[in-house]
């Protein structure tokens, strides 16, 4: 792969104005903030429920935060590519917008509730339409709310580059051709292939199999941002939200980014002790950097298996960091994740998003029913294509999944006359 090609500014549909002083890659980014899909992520639930208190993160702090995290990481890989391959190559100086900008968008698609939403649109569906193979992934609902359905300009989306599209798309493969062996997850959805394609031959991303492409060497620097974020900051909101104690939360840290005894004795201090969330404050901050330096350090060690398509792990689980990272992990998912708030969230959600499934769907199977012509006013339906069943589908995926958390909540409040039960 050839930086020329992977920083392509090419958008799929409509142009851009040019402006003397803004790059193509920094009105990406403006896109993504200023969208309506990026602004519902303030009421989406990260891990903690929503109200608990006013410093736990949302799906909308937690991808500024990512952003934040990413951009550092592109800078870091700019150095290494002017000192590998020499400096001059055009529109370098814009991987930090490109990445910032991916990373911004990364959870876009992702239902109210996480996780738990996800399960439930899938159990719905499999359940009620017989499409037993059905899986819902956030990341291929990211990548069609980009470039289809997200405030449109001509059908395309927010209408981005292709440089940013590819880093964006940490599963460059569908339902049908992913493959374990090389990708976990699938991140583009059969309705989207068309545009991905696209992208895939703008920025020189070349096929491993059929259907299964190499990933965008930016997509990595965006899941590094995201795997360093969220686990540090949950360790930091599970503090906060007393399901973790202070001494618990700096020795994950202090594991987690090899904190030298000077460092520990900082944290650990009285003046710490007495003012806890100071304290893990700068453990916090101390741990983002070096796991920043570490995920760096990665990055040049395998910059030539990056570039030729080779490298499959993520960067943190491949970094001098590993083994303490996937030990915090295990400790988070046994103290944190497992908690009785966090796991009410998911229950509360499962049922809220199946129920308004199970209702909604019934409008894709008996369209003329008079139920269903009420449910298509509720859903804001296109009454020209009313009677296509693929969009009735596709409009009632979309609809649920882009709901917040208060608003799904209040939904079914308001259609089924009672508060959802655990």
Not at 13 to 30: E, K, L, P
Not at 213 to 221: I, N, T
Request: with cysteine.
């Amino acid at each position: 792969m050839e930086w020329k090609n992977l920083l392509s500014t090419e958008r799929l549909g409509a142009g851009s104005a040019d402006s003397a002083h803004r790059s193509v890659f920094n009105q990406d980014y403006g896109r993504v903030l200023y969208s309506s899909a990026f602004r519902r992520l303030q009421d989406k639930t990260q891990v903690f429920p929503l109200g608990r208190n006013d410093y736990v993160r949302t799906r909308l702090t937690h991808s500024l935060e990512v952003s934040n995290v990413g951009r550092g990481l592109a800078i870091e890989l700019q150095d290494i590519v002017e000192r590998k391959e020499g400096a001059g190559i055009p529109l370098l100086s814009g991987m930090g917008d490109i990445v910032s900008t991916a990373c911004l968008a990364h959870d876009i698609g992702n239902p109210p509730f996480g996780h738990s939403g996800e399960t439930a649109i899938e159990s719905a569906v499999r359940e009620l339409t017989g499409q037993t193979g059905y899986t819902f992934e956030g990341n291929a609902q990211g990548f069609r709310l980009l470039t289809r359905i997200c405030d449109p300009i001509k059908d395309s989306g927010l209408n981005l580059t292709c440089a940013t599209l590819g880093a964006f798309t940490k599963y460059p493969c569908t339902l049908d051709t992913v493959d374990k062996a090389i990708y976990k997850k699938f991140g583009i959805n059969a309705s989207e292939l068309d545009v991905f394609e696209v992208v895939a031959e703008k920025c020189g991303l070349p096929q491993l199999k059929p259907g299964v492409w190499v990933r965008h060497p930016l997509a990595y620097m965006m899941e590094a941002a995201d795997d360093i974020s969220y686990l540090i900051a949950d360790l930091e909101d599970a503090f906060l939200s007393k399901i973790i104690t202070f001494d618990e939360t700096v020795e994950q840290l202090f594991k987690l980014a090899h904190f030298s005894a000077e460092a520990q004795n900082k944290v650990m201090t009285e003046k710490n002790r007495l003012d806890a969330e100071a304290g893990v404050r700068y453990a916090r901050a101390i741990a983002v950097g070096r796991c920043i330096k570490a995920a760096a350090k990665t990055l040049d060690e395998h910059y030539a298996d990056i570039m030729s398509g080779c490298f499959r792990k993520s960067l943190m689980k491949h970094s001098p960091y590993a083994k303490e990272y996937e030990e915090v992990s295990d400790f988070s998912v046994q103290q944190i994740y497992s908690h009785e708030s966090v796991i009410k969230v998911e229950v509360t959600g499962f049922n809220v998003i199946k129920k308004l499934m199970e209702l909604y769907l019934q409008w894709v199977d008996e369209p003329d029913s008079p139920l269903s012509k009420k449910i298509a006013c509720i859903l804001h339906a296109d009454k020209a294509k009313l009677n296509d069943s693929d969009y009735r589908f596709a409009h009632v995926i979309d609809y649920v999944s882009g709901m917040t958390d208060s608003y799904a909540l209040k939904t079914y409040t308001d259609l089924f006359g009672c508060v959802p039960m655990v």
